[in-house]
């Protein structure tokens, strides 16, 4: 059975750091391109960040860039969205999923054109 599982999430103040978790089963995630959506509280799920088969970065929001960074350990079959300097934008419920394509899109499309799978998401909360 295929499954992806966030983890990691909580309630952080602003400027802490939580880092994600997406471990896969039932798939090797070297295989694929792995993307971290989010998902505001009346708003669309929009693209955060992908890691190309070839561990390239591809970021979709700018407000994130100089403070997310992407990674995989592939020997753990996870792949990892560190966060620091959070913001009170930044909470959401955030979700991992997977591609076949060999690169990232250049656009996330908040995630509808992917056709791997889909965790089941983590709630992100940054407050004081």
């Known amino acids: 059975q295929v499954q992806l599982v966030e983890s990691g999430g909580g309630l952080v103040q602003p400027g802490g750091s939580l880092r994600l978790s997406c471990t896969a089963s039932?798939?090797?995630?070297?295989?694929?391109?792995i993307g971290w959506f989010r998902q505001a509280p009346g708003k669309e799920r929009e693209g955060v960040l992908c890691i190309s088969r070839r561990d390239i970065s591809t970021y979709y929001t700018d407000s994130v860039m100089g403070r997310f960074t992407i990674s995989r350990d592939n020997a753990k079959n996870t792949a990892y969205l560190q966060m620091n300097k959070l913001e009170p934008e930044d909470t959401a419920v955030y979700y991992c999923?997977?591609?076949?394509?060999?690169?990232?899109?250049?656009?996330?499309?908040?995630?509808?054109?992917?056709?791997?799978?889909w965790g089941q998401g983590t709630q992100v909360t940054v407050a004081s």
């Open positions: 999923a997977t591609d076949y394509r060999f690169q990232c899109p250049i656009s996330a499309a908040g995630g509808d054109t992917w056709k791997g799978s």
């Open positions: 039932g798939l090797t995630l070297s295989d694929y391109i």
